[in-house]
């Protein structure tokens, strides 16, 4: 195998791209899921689980602002660690979201005592503030499209998001946070058994550029115990053992907003330059992708039964039949493949 495919090759594995592994173990190796469309996780977890059901693959689920600033869901038993990781827990102060301190002390035990009580809806929680006399402005901070003091509940796990397109919240079982390095340690070493050979700067990319300064003493004490690899001038590091003759499927699938893509600064071991603008609509979505014969070629987009795609090069016929076997083998035989353009020969 060449470097790169070598690279390739080790993100398929660690990603659980090539073979399927537990629900739990998928999010801890992965560090959640992004999920700010309901769909993509459990696309995701379709792909990827083994244990994956349609009536219960969100079972044991929670969804939360992650440590990486975005919607993520995440195992249950490892809320704590997410929050500890984010380090969003010190108390309200006057200024957060343009509210009053005392105001987001008032309103956060209401809220929660209300989802305690089975008022868990977000409309139904704006009707219990009104009721119990909250003004119109402090409403209009307290539900906040963009957070708001219902998105820093969830960011201290007093509340968490339901999963689904609902906005919907409930009470988490009792977790503990443990310290903040400690919790970011523990998903660098994950990072880098998972998604190496990874850059240090595909690393801190993965985790927010903003939080470099922060990571760097970390980065520094984990780096040297790892493996490393040159390539193309960069330095790449992992954990275990590389493999160097490892097999690549003609076909692999990659749901919109995966960590596959997510997870790296240098997208170069899976897709060519001149189609690096294409992950991305023009609303700045992250679309499911299709890896074909090891690089980038296509996006697609599936709705019930139906799945389009969308070439970005000429393809053989022979390659659309490759990817709609995969299909088929992914979603069913009643999958019907529809081809948005015509790059083929």
């Known amino acids: 195998m060449m470097e790169r495919e070598i690279l390739l090759y080790h993100t398929l594995r660690g990603l659980h791209l090539l073979e399927k592994a537990p629900t739990d173990r998928v999010l801890r190796d ?194 040297p115990a790892l493996n490393s690899l040159e390539f193309e001038g960069k330095t790449y590091y992992y954990e275990g053992d590389l493999v160097t003759d490892g097999a690549i499927p003609k076909v692999v699938l990659i749901p919109g907003f995966d960590q596959m893509i997510l997870g790296y600064r240098f997208r170069d071991r899976m897709i060519d330059k001149q189609h690096l603008g294409k992950l991305t609509n023009i609303s700045g979505i992250i679309r499911p992708s299709i890896l074909l014969h090891g690089r980038i070629r296509a996006a697609w987009k599936k709705e019930n039964d139906r799945v389009t795609v969308e070439p970005y090069e000429k393809l053989r016929k022979s390659d659309l039949h490759d990817i709609e076997v995969q299909l088929h083998k992914s979603f069913g035989r009643k999958t019907e493949m529809i081809l948005k353009n015509t790059f083929t020969e």
Not at 175 to 191: G, N, W
Request: with cysteine.
């Open 30 to 223: 992965l560090m959640g899921l992004q999920a700010q469309f309901a769909n993509y996780p459990k696309m995701s977890l379709q792909l990827r689980a083994s244990d994956y059901t349609e009536e219960h693959w969100d079972d044991n689920l929670y969804k939360i602002w992650s440590h990486r600033g975005t919607m993520h869901l995440i195992p249950k038993e490892e809320l704590g660690l997410h929050l500890a990781a984010a380090d969003n827990l010190a108390p309200y102060h006057d200024g957060m979201w343009m509210m009053k301190a005392k105001d987001m002390n008032r309103w956060d035990p209401f809220i929660v005592e209300q989802v305690r009580g089975g008022n868990t809806t977000r409309d139904g929680l704006k009707a219990a503030c009104v009721t119990a006399g909250i003004d119109d402005y402090v409403l209009s901070r307290v539900f906040y499209g963009w957070g708001g003091l219902i998105g820093e509940m969830v960011m201290r796990g007093h509340i968490v998001c339901c999963t689904g397109t609902a906005k919907e919240y409930r009470i988490p079982e009792p977790f503990t946070i443990p310290e903040r390095d400690a919790a970011r340690m523990e998903f660098l070493k994950r990072y880098f058994r998972s998604f190496g050979p990874a850059t240090r700067e595909d690393c801190t990319y993965f985790f927010g550029d903003r939080k470099k300064p922060e990571l760097n003493p970390l980065l520094d004490m984990l780096l």
